[in-house]
């Protein structure tokens, strides 16, 4: 396959789940994640992540993806 790919670059602070977030979020809306990689800093708490998925049969827009933000917030005890 070589479909045209997204690229997500997340960083923000470390908090369970989020990499179940992501990827529940990608599968949801019909991607396909071909490669990822992510690590947390403990000192600074901070989680970072690049992940990529296939294009083809994504329901939603660039425009629309924004919503990542919200998915890596902070959850509410």
């Known amino acids: 396959m070589n479909s045209p790919v997204a ?3 997340v960083s923000c602070p470390d908090q ?3 990499v179940a977030k992501i990827a529940n979020f990608i ?3 019909g991607g396909n994640i071909i490669h990822a990689d ?6 600074a ?3 970072l992540s690049r992940i990529e998925w ?3 049969g994504f329901t939603l827009t660039r ?4 919503v990542f933000n919200a998915i ?3 959850l509410q005890a």
Request: no cysteine; proline share 4%.
């Open 72 to 74: 890596t917030q902070p």
């Open 7 to 9: 690229t997500l670059l």
């Open 16 to 18: 369970r789940g989020l």
């Open 54 to 56: 296939q294009r083809e």
């Open 63 to 66: 425009d629309v993806i924004t």
């Open 45 to 47: 708490g901070l989680f």
């Open 38 to 43: 992510q690590h947390t800093d403990f000192a």
């Open 27 to 29: 599968y949801a809306n």
